[in-house]
């Protein structure tokens, strides 16, 4: 019984943690998208597209998560967090953060949702 709560309690912590998370990167993607900065880690390049090749990393560790539950859990929130800027976030994703699960979940379920 204690066993189950605790996978319950990790279960609860790890989805408040991905909501979050989530909800912060798609409001800094819109803000990217909005201003045209685009991931570059570069030593050269300036401190803007420094930054958002950190988000990009970030968008990259969540896609990595081995819980098919987890990444479509993400997956919804950022494209809750999205509203009406679904299609925005879809094509800055797709321009520079397309490789991975993640972004092909998002893009499923945008269109499931068509």
Known sequence: MKHEIDDQKHYHNL???????AWILCDAIHTMAEN?????DE??????????????EIFEVISECEEPVIIDFAADKMLEAAGSHQEQLLQYLKNYMGDNL???????SYYKKQ
Do not use: N
């Open 15 to 21: 989805t408040k943690t991905i909501e979050g998370t």
């Open 36 to 40: 045209k900065i685009v991931p570059d």
């Open 43 to 56: 030593t050269g390049s300036d401190l803007t597209s420094r930054l958002a090749q950190h988000l990009a």
């Open 102 to 108: 993640l972004y092909k979940r998002i893009y499923e």
